[in-house]
């Protein structure tokens, strides 16, 4: 089972939720991939999709309010959500149990371990932590998209990304 999500402001209008839409244009239907959105603060939908099922792979979609073009696949969560720790005793930080990534175009992608400390990095972290305590198998694939990017054009990259990399199977 699959999981792709996004992040969305009010108005779906960020590039995160336009590449999410994009990219069901561009990812086979008959996997029964499960897209969902997140609004505001993603721990109900951690509640709901992440601590209670179990994915083979889960595709995390982020607003890089940065400078840069390129879509950075992150490596690493922190403990951090804002100025507090999310979990007082829990490790510093996680390395995300990334799919395979043999092939990647650098002229598009780029590997980084700044998640930032908000939502994104809240989200990736609880699903690492729940991936490690359950002990699971699941890859867990963040991606921070250039907030001034074309949408389908990065649909699309990140569509030859996973099929490229066989993360569908």
């Known amino acids: 089972m699959i999981l792709i999500y996004a992040f969305s402001n009010q108005w779906g209008t960020n590039i995160s939720r336009r590449v999410y839409s994009d990219l069901q244009r561009y990812l086979p239907?008959?996997?029964?991939i499960?897209?969902?959105?997140?609004?505001?603060?993603p721990r109900t939908f951690a509640n709901k999709y992440i601590k209670n099922d179990e994915y083979d792979l889960i595709v995390g979609l982020g607003d890089f309010y940065g400078e840069g073009e390129k879509i950075r696949i992150e490596t690493i969560a922190r403990n951090v959500y804002g100025k507090e720790s999310i979990y007082p005793l829990a490790p510093i930080k996680i390395e995300l149990s990334l799919p395979e990534i043999e092939m990647y175009e650098p002229k598009l992608f780029e590997i980084t371990e700044n998640m930032g400390t908000y939502n994104c990095n809240w989200i990736a972290f609880e699903t690492q932590l729940?991936?490690?305590?359950?002990?699971?198998?699941?890859?867990?694939?963040?991606?921070?998209?250039p907030k001034r990017g074309n949408s389908k054009?990065?649909?699309k990259n990140i569509a030859d990304l996973i099929e490229a990399n066989q993360m569908l199977k």
């Open 34 to 41: 499960n897209y969902q959105v997140i609004f505001g603060h």
């Open 130 to 145: 729940v991936i490690n305590r359950k002990g699971l198998e699941t890859k867990n694939l963040f991606l921070h998209l």
């Open 153 to 155: 054009f990065l649909a």
């Open 29 to 32: 239907q008959s996997l029964g």
